[in-house]
């Protein structure tokens, strides 16, 4: 429309949703699309019971269990654990009374929330997408405005379709240049995150810009989006074009025929327009990231995989050498040490971040004629069960069991310590995953966040290792 | 949810940046399906040992902390994970307010209802509540929502802002559902229009 200020993709999906503005500026937002899961509803349904209430739009809604479950074929004898199962119980009963549908475990798409809902093509362009849950950030991949809500909230939507919302500000993270070899989306966002820091976001939603972003496919794109939440931001998106678009094309629960024509058609309106205001806006050069690696408890102590472990004596203030002494002991390290000596016990790849197909593949391309360390235990898990079958029709199953990998079934596995996959005190795992604050993984636990290919190069070295030393090899 | 007007009681310290909701209430205990009974597992990690007899130097087990209502601490309190366990545990310890510099979004939300006071000050003030707290069962804070100050020991008030439709609801102890259920209409003919100009989203 001619005469009307330039919006952000964020701006443009916000004001398409807002179905009331109160007074003091809090807008009531539509909800297109509330992915739920078993760890935090049950409190939610149970809200609407007491109080007489109804799901409003049940088909609207899509269920899973994905966070406490286990991972290995115990899964197809019921879950041990009593209080998971009471919990996994509770969700079953929960969308049979309330007609939500629901993916059960035992069902090929069952996975984790933020992997099955762009996979089958429930996360659309242009959606307001929420779970409780929040690494929801993940489907803004998709052009979508998505973030993580809290259970009062998710009893809201339920009985409400909407939420009361404050807007966020714009900001922009552009990413311009090419990657450089043995480089990652999963780089690109720790080292984004190494940049602003934990609390860089806050207040914000961040869209990820620049040519290094264009270039990425879906699952990069996830990857990226899935962390902001980690520097702090509500949501985290990507405007779409044409990869998406290619991508939604081929999902099984997406519009079809003429329906996804005229969606596409109103998808390219959405990115935001030439000269629209962001209030933050940070640069980076795609060609400047090396793999990188995180040393400490919080997703912002990263380094590249050449770096050594930093001097807390050499911090600013006394307040942040002491935390930095508190992290160096936690994780057992010494100032000066090198990354790549660091011995690793365990090695997961998988979790919401990097569970599909492509960072299945990476992983594989680097252990294929290889082995796990002595003494490392190595697993994948995949994000869902169709990643998981298209893997074994691609034989990556094999690639990875051969070198030593364990291969799982799908869900968030060990990347919270709350089913049977879990660090025990001290150990040391290299980890796919997005958190590695103190006991993330397991009570004492040590965490090491770092890509897919970087992941399985520490595997077979025994020790964190530049992916960049691991030329892939043909099968032997 | 309980009403939030005015409270007076014993502020902990915890001198600590980035406390993260992992921290807070580890993820091994989410496992309940109710609101309640998380307070013993408020902190776990550092309250109890790896065998599970109290750490004595973790200030929720030291006198007179162990009845705190309130807590203070650094920036970004509360990021990481969306669970509403955290605000759930705070309550179930007995604590109803918590001052800091900043927090993360979600758990500034998810503490709004559920009856906790999240209070943002700046860091200098932060330390000097921090000095406050440290003086134990002597030094009692008031966190005033109605006339929006925190009175320390001395007399000194402090003045914080909230959010106008947040305090309100916090005072009157108000459900946001009932709230957001009074534009009913609103919704409908929302849905109505959605439906005609985006029909791909109809069935779901
Ligand atoms: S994989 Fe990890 S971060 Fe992702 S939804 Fe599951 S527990 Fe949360």
Redesign the pocket.
């Given at each position: 429309m001619s005469g009307q200020k330039p919006r952000t993709l964020f701006d443009k999906i916000w004001d398409a949703h807002v179905v009331e503005t109160l007074p003091d500026g809090t807008a009531l937002l539509y909800i297109d699309l509330h992915l739920t899961?078993e760890v935090t509803t049950p409190q939610a349904f149970d809200g609407l019971r007491q109080a007489g209430r109804k799901v409003r739009r049940p088909e609207a809604t899509l269920a899973v269990i994905?966070?406490n479950i286990a991972t290995d074929a115990s899964r197809y004898t019921g879950i041990e654990d009593p209080e998971s199962r009471v919990q996994v119980e509770t969700l079953e009963r929960n969308v049979q009374e309330f007609g939500v549908p629901f993916i059960p475990l035992l069902d090929q798409r069952q996975g984790?929330?933020?992997?099955i809902g762009p996979e089958l093509g429930r996360s659309l362009p242009g959606m307001t997408i929420v779970c409780g849950?929040?690494?929801t950030s993940?489907h803004g991949a998709m052009g979508a405005l998505a973030f993580g809500i809290g259970t009062s909230e998710v009893e809201h939507v339920l009985a409400t379709q909407t939420l009361l919302q404050k807007p966020a500000r714009n900001m922009q993270v552009l990413v311009e240049g090419n990657l450089a070899l043995g480089c990652t989306a999963k780089d690109i966002v720790l080292a984004i995150i190494g940049k602003i820091g934990t609390a860089g976001g806050t207040g914000h939603v961040i869209e990820f810009a620049g040519d290094a972003i264009r270039a990425l496919d879906m699952a990069g794109r996830m990857t990226v989006c899935?962390m902001s939440i980690e520097g702090g931001a509500r949501a985290g998106m990507v405007a779409p074009d044409q990869t998406t678009y290619d991508y939604v094309r081929t999902r099984p629960m997406a519009p079809k025929g003429e329906a996804l024509e005229r969606a596409i058609e109103y998808w390219k309106t959405l990115p935001t327009d030439a000269g629209a205001h962001f209030d933050k806006v940070v640069k980076l050069a795609a060609h400047e990231i090396a793999p990188q690696v995180t040393w400490g408890t919080s997703p912002e102590d990263v380094l590249p995989i050449t770096g050594i472990v930093p001097n807390p004596e050499e911090a600013a203030d006394e307040a942040r050498r002491e935390q930095m002494r508190r992290k160096m002991q936690y994780m057992g390290l010494q100032p000066g040490q090198r990354l790549q000596d660091l011995k690793v016990d365990v090695v997961f790849v998988?979790?919401?971040?990097n569970?599909r197909i492509e960072d299945i593949r990476a992983a594989a391309a680097v252990a294929r004629g290889r082995k796990v360390a002595e003494g490392v235990r190595a697993m994948v898990v995949p994000?869902s069960g169709l990643v998981k079958a298209q893997a074994e029709e691609e034989g990556l199953d094999r690639i990875l069991q051969e070198a030593g990998f364990e291969w799982r079934e799908a869900?968030?596995?060990m990347?919270?310590g709350?089913n049977p996959d879990k660090l025990t005190p001290g150990q040391r795992c290299a980890s796919t995953?997005?958190?590695n604050f103190e006991g993330r993984q397991g009570p004492g636990g040590r965490t090491h966040l770092l890509s897919p290919a970087m992941a399985a190069a520490a595997a077979i070295a025994g020790h964190l290792a530049d992916v960049r030393d691991f030329q892939p090899q043909q099968a032997q | 949810m309980q009403a939030f007007t005015k409270l007076t009681g014993i502020a902990a310290p915890l001198p600590k940046a980035n406390v993260d909701t992992d921290q807070i209430i580890p993820?091994r205990f989410l496992k309940s399906i109710s609101r309640t009974g998380f307070g013993k597992n408020l902190f776990a990690n550092f309250r109890y040992r790896e065998d599970g007899s109290e750490n004595p130097d973790f200030v929720l087990n030291q006198e007179p902390y162990r009845k705190a209502e309130i807590l203070i601490a650094f920036e970004n309190f509360g990021c990481g994970?969306s669970r509403e366990h955290a605000p759930w545990a705070l309550l179930d310890f007995g604590i109803r307010c918590v001052i800091a510099p900043d927090f993360a979004d979600i758990f500034h939300n998810n503490s709004f209802k559920n009856g906790v006071l999240p209070v943002r000050l700046p860091r200098e003030v932060c330390e000097q509540l921090m000095e406050d707290a440290r003086m134990g069962g002597n030094a009692r804070l008031t966190v005033d929502l109605e006339r929006e100050v925190v009175v320390r020991p001395n007399g000194e008030e402090i003045p914080f802002k909230i959010d106008p439709l947040r305090r309100h609801l916090l005072l009157n102890g108000l459900d946001d559902i009932g709230q957001t259920l009074q534009h009913a209409s609103a919704i409908d003919a929302y849905e109505a229009k959605r439906k005609a100009s985006q029909p791909w989203l109809a069935g779901g």
């Open positions: 899961h994905d966070h984790i929330v933020h992997v849950d929040s690494h993940t899935n998988g979790s919401c971040t569970s994000g869900g968030c596995s990347c919270l709350m995953s997005n958190r | 993820a994970s």
